[in-house]
């Protein structure tokens, strides 16, 4: 298998379990199974990709005149997307809409950094100088 595609399931995987501990931390945030997580995933991956790109751009000027704190708005709503394109994924009141980005690239970060340290997702080859 590709090590991009091991690299891109590991980050997937990170955050559909970042997603779990959002669910436990944040009120209305819902997750109904692992399988939803998995899927909002995946589906946060493609909003930020495509979407949030797009949205920071538009915003320049306001996220300016904050000094920055627009961003919080754009990840809100990118979240918010996300959950629109997931069943079992449900994000409800401005606690879910503000914090609970904040708190899933917390624990997504914490994991990917866990994973990477553990080498799980990269390449197993070691060179060796002799």
Not at 11 to 27: N, S
Not at 30 to 36: K, M, R
Not at 63 to 87: D, K, R, Y
């Amino acid at each position: 298998m590709n090590n991009n595609i091991i690299g891109y399931l590991v980050t997937t995987l990170a955050t559909a379990l970042g997603l779990l501990i959002v669910d436990l931390v944040v009120p209305g945030v819902d997750i109904a199974t692992f399988l939803a997580a998995l899927l909002a995933g995946v589906a946060i991956g493609m909003v930020n990709s495509v979407i949030r790109p797009v949205l920071s751009t538009l915003s320049l000027p306001i996220n300016f005149v904050t000094l920055g704190l627009f961003s919080f708005v754009v990840n809100g709503v990118c979240f918010w997307l996300a959950s629109l394109l997931v069943p079992g994924f449900v994000v409800n009141g401005l606690l879910a809409f503000i914090f609970g980005p904040v708190i899933l690239s917390f624990a997504s970060t914490f994991l990917n950094n866990y994973f990477a340290e553990k080498n799980i997702g990269q390449s197993s080859s070691v060179t060796s100088n002799s």
